[in-house]
């Protein structure tokens, strides 16, 4: 069975804090590795897709790396408007279709 | 180019009355799913539909809920008869096909309470 998890489930950092976020899965076959964004009352934000091991993606002060069995964000110099929960999700090669299977998500808190 | 829009953004129903959600996909695209966020819980598929037809429903509750994507119009998800275990945040996505590379976009959700 297609599985996500995430951790750690909250972290707390300071202004300038640099850390990582990981998402470790399981899956028949990986179709794709999504990141999205998630703030309060709000629908998700697409952040990165990854599709195969040793793939890397940069956006600003984030950086999505992928390995056979997990994938982390890496948050440099994080700024209050970082925060967030941040929700990794994967598709299935072998499903026909486009379902996504997401974790439970990491909430990010910066503090100034 | 505007986004996935859902609507209404808030719902209030009573338990057994219908709950009626409505997803509008970003223009351009044809592919649709619903996700539910459940209070203290991930992001969960419900459904996957094309125009006028149902892909993959493989995440919808077998009874009282139903969803359709008509030719015309925005995509609907019903939920008959409600119970205060239907409250929660529903979410739209839509993409422009499912070829590698096409990323499912978010509406803001809908968030039904039951009272």
């Known amino acids: 069975e297609d599985q996500v998890t995430q951790s750690p489930e909250a972290l707390r950092l300071q202004e300038g804090e640099s850390s990582s976020l990981n998402c470790s899965y399981t899956?028949?076959?990986?179709?794709?590795l999504f990141w999205y964004r998630q703030d309060p009352g709000k629908g998700p934000e697409f952040l990165f897709t990854?599709?195969?091991a040793g793939e890397e993606k940069e956006k600003e002060r984030l950086k999505a790396t992928l390995t056979k069995k997990e994938s982390f964000l890496h948050i440099t110099a994080p700024k209050p408007e970082d925060s967030a929960t941040y929700l990794c999700?994967?598709?299935?090669?072998?499903?026909?279709?486009?379902?996504?299977?997401f974790g439970q998500g990491t909430e990010l808190s910066v503090k100034p | 180019n505007a986004g996935v829009m859902q609507n209404p953004r808030h719902l209030v129903r009573r338990r057994g009355q219908e709950a009626r959600l409505r997803c509008s996909p970003m223009k351009g695209h044809s592919h649709v799913y619903w996700y539910r966020q459940l209070p203290e819980e991930g992001l969960k598929f419900m459904v996957y539909l094309q125009k006028e037809n149902i892909i993959d429903e493989s995440g919808m509750p077998k009874e009282r809920f139903s969803a359709e994507f008509p030719k015309e119009g925005p995509s609907i998800l019903r939920i008959q008869q409600v119970v205060r275990g239907d409250s929660a945040a529903y979410f739209c996505?839509?993409?422009?096909?499912?070829?590698?590379?096409?990323?499912?976009?978010f509406g803001p959700g809908t968030r039904l309470t039951v009272l």
């Open positions: 999700a994967v598709r299935d090669l072998y499903n026909q279709g486009g379902k996504l299977i």
């Open positions: 899956v028949s076959g990986l179709r794709g």
């Open positions: 990854l599709y195969s």
């Open positions: 996505a839509s993409s422009p096909s499912l070829a590698k590379g096409d990323t499912q976009y």
